[in-house]
């Protein structure tokens, strides 16, 4: 294995946690906060859900012998930040372990063809598109609190996606904290936490309406809008990834760490380009060792956990808030345009994006559970009926 080893598998790898962790780590800050977690438990959240991704990269990457990376449920963590207010750590557990019981069985049992047939695609994309809402008017309303910073961040953002879309949020998170280090907007850094991050476990409790409001949501973004991509893009590159037995692993891996705060684990769909494409390697037999060294960065990233938590905890809200915002924008107009994309479908995806924008709550149970409800209810309702055979 080492003698196939490149430098374009490394600097594969590097790039990849890189994108991962820049375009998404803010989100998962906003989720952790949402729930009210202490700085070590926010700390073991992100020690095991480095650790998480890079063993479930090493595991399915070396078996076999394919560039199949995994991540964390970026709209997952979304769907977190805004549904976990008020909800107890514990709670929130419970409704991690039902999610990852789902993957687990989803998994085993081959059921991922007949669950994406069961959500029409239109439907489930309005629902992430409702849940990423927020996060991309934060981008927009942080102008009132930060002017000069969310204006230079914006337009390190514009000038990106025209000259390096690849690499466009590295270099806006890099341009927020050049700003901000030069007008001294962040705290202290004698709270910058430069030790090992530790694992810290939370007894779960279980809550139907969190478990109905939280798991089953979490359970439908992560399959609809990571699992489904992360297949599409390991396919477009010329692969035939072992569908069920990675579903079966990261399940596996969700369910062991959903304790320590590693809430849902799935195939990568963003980064997953990033190592399968032939930057990584000319050889499509030997891009496997992109996914090999993603993992082991990601191990490595994650045991410095607790210092990406106290940077976060330092930088001002308006950088956080629109570094999340702006990776999400492309994720919320991809959404809405397949949400969209349909006549005949449309009434029932706006109702479902309205919906969960919305934010309302029954019964204790989250706006994104009932936009699904309503949008399948009207979707039923308004399908054109099947044709009646003609009998010779």
């Known amino acids: ?68 990376l995994t991540a964390w449920s970026t709209p997952g963590a979304a769907l977190l930040a805004v549904s976990l207010n008020g909800v107890p750590l514990a709670e929130a557990v419970g409704a991690f372990l039902l999610c990852a019981v789902l993957l687990t069985l989803t998994g085993l049992t081959g059921w991922f063809a007949a669950l994406s047939r069961l959500i029409p695609d239109s439907l489930a994309s309005a629902m992430l598109a409702g849940i990423l809402f927020q996060f991309g008017l934060s981008a927009f309303t942080s102008l009132q609190s930060d002017i000069a910073l969310v204006a230079i961040m914006g337009l390190t953002f514009l000038a990106g996606r025209k000259l390096f879309p690849r690499y466009t949020i590295p270099a806006v998170l890099a341009a927020g904290v050049a700003w901000c280090t030069g007008t001294g907007a962040f705290g202290s850094l004698e709270a910058l936490d430069l030790g090992l991050a530790r694992p810290e476990f939370v007894m779960p409790a279980f809550s139907l309406p969190v478990l109905i ?31 069920s037995a990675s579903l079966t692993v990261t399940g596996l891996a969700s369910l062991i760490l959903a304790p320590f705060g590693g809430f849902a684990f799935n195939l990568a ?16 037999k030997t891009r496997y060792l992109a996914g090999v060294m993603t993992g ?3 191990i490595l990233v994650g045991m410095g956990g607790a210092t990406v938590i106290s940077l976060f905890l330092i930088a001002p809200k308006a950088l956080v808030a629109t570094v999340a915002g702006l990776a999400l924008l492309a994720t919320i107009g991809n959404s809405l345009s397949s949400a969209l994309a349909e006549p005949q479908g449309r009434e029932a995806a706006l109702i479902t994006f309205m919906t969960t924008v919305s934010g309302i709550s029954f019964l204790g149970i989250g706006a994104p559970f009932w ?14 009926p099947e044709p009646v055979p003609v009998r010779a």
Request: charged share 10%; aromatic share 6%.
């Open 1 to 68: 294995m080492l003698k196939d080893l490149k430098l374009s598998h490394i600097v594969s790898g590097a790039v990849a946690v890189l994108v991962g962790y820049t375009g998404s780590v803010a989100i998962i800050f906003q989720a952790i906060e949402a729930v009210g977690a202490t700085q070590s438990q926010a700390n073991s959240w992100m020690l095991v859900l480095g650790l998480g991704m890079g063993l479930t990269s090493l595991i399915v990457s070396l078996v076999y012998r394919m560039p199949i």
């Open 213 to 243: 409001g939280i798991g089953l949501p979490l359970y439908i973004v992560t399959m609809s809008s990571q699992n489904m991509p992360g297949v599409v893009a390991l396919k477009a590159c010329g692969y035939e990834p072992p569908v």
């Open 269 to 284: 769909a963003i980064t997953a380009a990033i190592g399968a494409g032939p930057e990584a390697d000319e050889n499509p």
């Open 296 to 298: 082991l960065f990601y």
């Open 371 to 384: 936009a699904l409800v309503l949008g399948l209810a009207v979707n039923h309702w308004l399908k054109p």
